[in-house]
Nanobody, 124 residues
């Protein structure tokens, strides 16, 4: 099994930027599709972004399109989420997730491994 550890969260003013990182242990990182989800207090966890294992096709939740960018560096076993033009509504705990094989990346149930989360707080 793989261990995922998120980092890079923090407090930022609206309009600012953060880059989240997710470091993965294990031997099979290149075989995983990777995703980011987030959960705000009182809300269900929701899909944010995902990147496929081979062709690196990306997917984004509508509210973050044009502002967030997901990428991966297989040599470093790391996936990133660059977040620009942050809004207060982006405030949440952000979770990294890995899937051994999925076709519908937006569905939480299709992921096999999860990190502990990192807090992102955007002030107005």
């Amino acid at each position: 099994q793989v261990r995922l550890v998120e980092s890079g969260g923090g407090l930022v003013q609206a309009g600012g930027s953060l880059r989240l990182s997710c470091a993965a242990s294990g031997r099979s990182f290149r075989t995983y599709a990777m995703g980011w989800f987030r959960q705000a207090p009182g809300y269900e966890r929701e899909f944010v972004a995902a990147i496929r294992r081979n062709d690196r096709v990306t997917y984004y939740e509508d509210s973050v399109k044009g502002r967030f960018t997901i990428s991966r560096d297989n040599a470093k076993n790391t996936v990133y989420l660059q977040m620009n033009s942050l809004k207060p509504e982006d405030t949440a705990i952000y979770y990294c997730a890995a899937s051994e094989g999925i076709t519908i990346v937006q569905q939480e149930r299709n992921y096999d491994y999860w990190g502990q989360g990192t807090q992102v707080t955007v002030s107005s």
